[in-house]
């Protein structure tokens, strides 16, 4: 697609459930990222994949939380056991990747999917 | 670790005044340096960026300054507009990685 996408756009969900929030990448893009932004807070970073390398996860808040990347495209965000403090947007976002030398590392994000937790 | 601190959290402003938002870094690695703009309901978007090589970029009514030395970096939005109105977030980022440390974010009001 032209942009990243990501579902759903909103989620209301029971504290105690699991919830599984899900990124298309740009098409070709290797690196993904994910991060949370509470009700009018800054841009808190979760998880980064890059290629194949090792996801950075030293973002992740707790063992509750935990993401995917399948094939090096589509990723998935999963929160188990959801509390109401995991209410927030979850902006997922991708870049080309390194190429070598000076590589402008621009992030393109999807609109998010708007977590609510009862 | 890696920290870049933003201020103001909040400016408000009339609309045909200038805007300033300024942006320090702690990682003196750090080489590039992008500025985003996130309106109601979506997304950040780049709206301009800078590397360390330059020392001040333009783009129409947005400009980016950039003091290595004092690791400072700064955005200015002249004749500002109600659609100027949303939150920006300056980053960092450096050549080994494509990891983008965000500061806190700013959010600007524009008041016609």
């Known amino acids: 697609g032209a942009g990243v996408s990501q579902s759903p756009s909103n989620k209301v969900t029971e504290k105690g459930k699991d919830v599984e929030l899900r990124c298309d990448p740009i098409?070709?893009?290797?690196?993904l990222y994910w991060y949370r932004q509470s009700l009018g807070q800054g841009l808190e970073f979760l998880i980064y994949?890059?290629?194949?390398?090792?996801?950075?996860k030293s973002g992740l808040p707790s063992d509750r939380f935990s993401a995917e990347r399948t094939g090096g495209s589509v990723s998935t965000l999963t929160i188990q056991r959801t509390q109401q403090e995991d209410s927030a947007v979850y902006l997922c976002?991708?870049?080309?990747?390194?190429?070598?030398?000076?590589?402008?590392?621009?992030?393109?994000f999807g609109a998010g999917t708007r977590l609510s937790v009862l | 670790g890696e920290n870049v601190e933003q201020h103001p959290s909040t400016l408000s402003v009339q609309e045909g005044d200038s805007a300033v938002i300024k942006c320090t870094y702690s990682d003196s690695a750090s080489n590039y340096f992008p500025w985003y703009k996130q309106e109601l309901g979506k997304g950040p978007q780049l709206i301009i960026d800078i590397r360390s090589n330059v020392g001040e970029k333009k783009d129409q009514r947005i400009a980016v300054t950039l003091n290595k030395t004092a690791k400072h970096f700064s955005l200015h939005i002249t004749e500002t507009q109600p659609e100027d109105s949303a939150v920006y977030f300056c980053a960092a980022g450096s050549y080994n990685t494509d990891k983008l440390i965000f500061g806190t974010g700013t959010r600007l009001q524009v008041f016609p």
């Open positions: 994949f890059q290629g194949n390398s090792a996801p950075d």
């Open positions: 976002a991708s870049s080309s990747g390194l190429a070598g030398g000076l590589v402008k590392n621009i992030q393109y």
């Open positions: 098409s070709g893009h290797t690196a």
